[in-house]
């Protein structure tokens, strides 16, 4: 028989001590990564939805220069299309004191509202009379790949020659239509996410400037 002596160890629980250190540590580090990946994954889904806006305002923006390219094939049909108040998306510019025609209603977003008639709807534009035969018809873009379709807008910016001789643009001179002179495309795109206001949360604007001799 084999005796046992000795002093009896006291435990102190230094061990539970660091598990329970370890696993707040473990804790920490996964809510950490949690975040991150919340936070990215937030970042991804923005940019993915303003690169759908871009691609649809530069969509927008070919549509407006093929509309205006394909109207220069006649000239007695297409004059005096391009008026003050923007009809049908077709704008003389504002003097140049003045805000240009896409800027007005920054914010409030009156001109590229559904209801507005200073800019065209994507796939859906109302074609001026004498040269809807010439500009060729599109669809809209497919529905749920963008929140609402984009809108575009051009702007006669022919220099006039009081104009050029002040060195400016004055006020537009376009008495041969719209064959020749020099026109602005603004074109404003949207993602496929909608805000609370359901309203588009992402917005894009393009601009491109066509000269025609």
Request: proline share 5%; glycine share 8%; with cysteine.
């Amino acid at each position: 028989m084999i005796a046992k002596t000795g002093l009896f160890v006291q435990q102190r629980g230094a061990a539970l001590v660091v598990a329970l250190i370890m696993l707040v540590l473990m804790t920490l580090v996964g809510i950490t990564a949690m975040q991150v990946t919340t936070v990215q994954q937030k970042m991804v889904t923005n940019n993915r939805d303003l690169n759908t806006a871009f691609q649809a305002a530069e969509t927008a923006l070919k549509r407006g220069e093929r509309y205006i390219l394909s109207m220069m094939i006649g000239k007695a049909t297409v004059e005096h299309l391009f008026t003050d108040p923007c009809t049908a998306g077709l704008c003389k510019p504002k003097p140049m004191a003045s805000d240009p025609q896409w800027l007005e209603a920054i914010g409030t977003n009156v001109i590229w509202a559904d209801t507005s008639t200073t800019t065209l709807k994507y796939g859906s534009e109302t074609k001026p009379a004498g040269a809807s035969d010439k500009i060729p018809t599109i669809l809209p873009l497919p529905s749920g790949s963008v929140a609402k379709q984009p809108r575009f807008m051009i702007e006669d910016i022919t220099p006039s020659e009081k104009g050029k001789a002040q060195g400016g643009l004055g006020t537009v001179k376009n008495d041969a239509g719209v064959d020749q002179g020099w026109f602005r495309v603004t074109a404003q795109g949207y993602g496929q996410r909608l805000g609370d206001d359901n309203e588009p949360l992402s917005r894009v604007m393009l601009q491109s400037v066509i000269r025609k001799d």
